[in-house]
């Protein structure tokens, strides 16, 4: 009898013993990583088992900076998440995202980001730190000479636009003609070497962000199990509403289309494409969709500037 409780004592201890530590806090190990949690969990209040679960999966998929080298980490932590909220949860989730006409699969690994561009047939997409590379001191020096002088030029046309002597289409050319120029000097003041090691540096960083744009794509077919046909579709409706959106801002820039009526018109191509996207895909993969496209956003929020070696977000290196 005495054995007999002696088990069950130690059966009960047991059991108390993994009540408690399934209960314990998961924590996550990158702090940036830890604000995208807090931010989820801040908009729709999250369970202490669906923030858990959230958390131990950004730490499985983004350690070590590793949510900043692969391209499909945000698809990974939504198609757990999927299955892991609940439905209460999914619908403040969804809810809001319908109140406020989020558009769908606009996440941070679609955005083209670029620097200052300087221009110029063999500088164009070159940003100022990559022309830096292969200039020698005296070059550097002449092109913060040009930029200023263009800079000066460039905001003096913008005053006369403000102040109503210039009106925007003379001042549409005169920026163009200025823009023009200053990639002609910038051209001229490279030597035929340092064109071919910018040319060389653009075509690998182009590689480089091809790669990365198919990573990603790849890593959403297989967080969405998304069939041939559905890849098709999905590019169909992505450049019918790119073309539709370009569309409607070159009504805007000729003066077709007032401001109100443009917005009310981008608002509704928004409205339409999210209706395609929902009735091209499955209830699960919509749900997977609509929190990865979440995830994006507090991604783009808590963790779309790096940090020095002190926490504090840093401005890309440029002067304010």
């Known amino acids: 009898m005495k054995k007999l409780s002696l088990f069950l004592l130690l059966v009960l201890f047991a059991t108390i013993g993994c009540e408690k530590l399934m ?51 945000l698809w990974k932590v939504a198609a757990e998440l999927q299955a892991e909220l609940s439905d209460d949860e999914k619908q403040r989730l969804f809810g809001w995202m319908d109140d406020q006409l989020v558009p769908y699969l606009y996440g941070a690994n679609m955005d083209k980001r670029g620097g200052d561009r300087p221009g110029g047939p063999h500088s164009s997409g070159a940003d100022i730190k990559m022309l830096y590379t292969v200039l020698d001191d005296a070059q550097k020096e002449t092109l913060r000479t040009i930029l200023e002088s263009y800079r000066t030029q460039m905001s003096a046309v913008m005053n006369k636009v403000k102040d109503g002597t210039l009106d925007r289409d003379a001042a549409k050319a005169e920026l163009e003609a200025l823009e023009t120029s200053m990639d002609a000097e910038i051209d001229a003041l490279l030597t035929d070497d340092q064109k071919a090691a910018i040319d060389a540096m653009l075509a690998e960083m182009k590689q480089k962000m091809d790669a990365m744009r198919q990573a990603a794509h790849d890593a959403m077919v297989g967080a969405l199990e998304m069939s041939s046909e559905q890849e ?45 996207i929902e009735a091209l895909f499955n209830e699960k993969q919509v749900e997977t969709i609509k929190i990865y496209t979440a995830l994006s956003m507090q991604y783009s929020k808590h963790c779309g500037q790096k940090r020095d070696d002190k926490g504090n977000r840093g401005d890309g290196g440029g002067k304010k």
């Not at 409607?248 to 077709?256: C, F, Q, R, S």
């Open 232 to 276: 098709i579709s999905l590019e169909t409706i992505n450049k019918e509403s790119a073309e539709a959106q370009k569309s409607l801002m070159e009504k805007a820039k000729t003066e077709e289309m007032g401001r109100e009526d443009l917005k009310e018109a981008l608002t509704q191509l928004i409205a339409d494409r999210n209706s395609k």
């Open 23 to 73: 209960k314990e806090d998961i924590f996550v190990e990158d702090p940036e990583l830890q604000a995208l949690s807090d931010g989820l969990d801040a908009d729709i209040g999250l369970s202490k088992s669906s923030i858990n679960a959230f958390n131990d999966a950004l730490n499985r998929h983004g350690k070590d900076g590793k949510h900043r080298r692969d391209p499909g980490f």
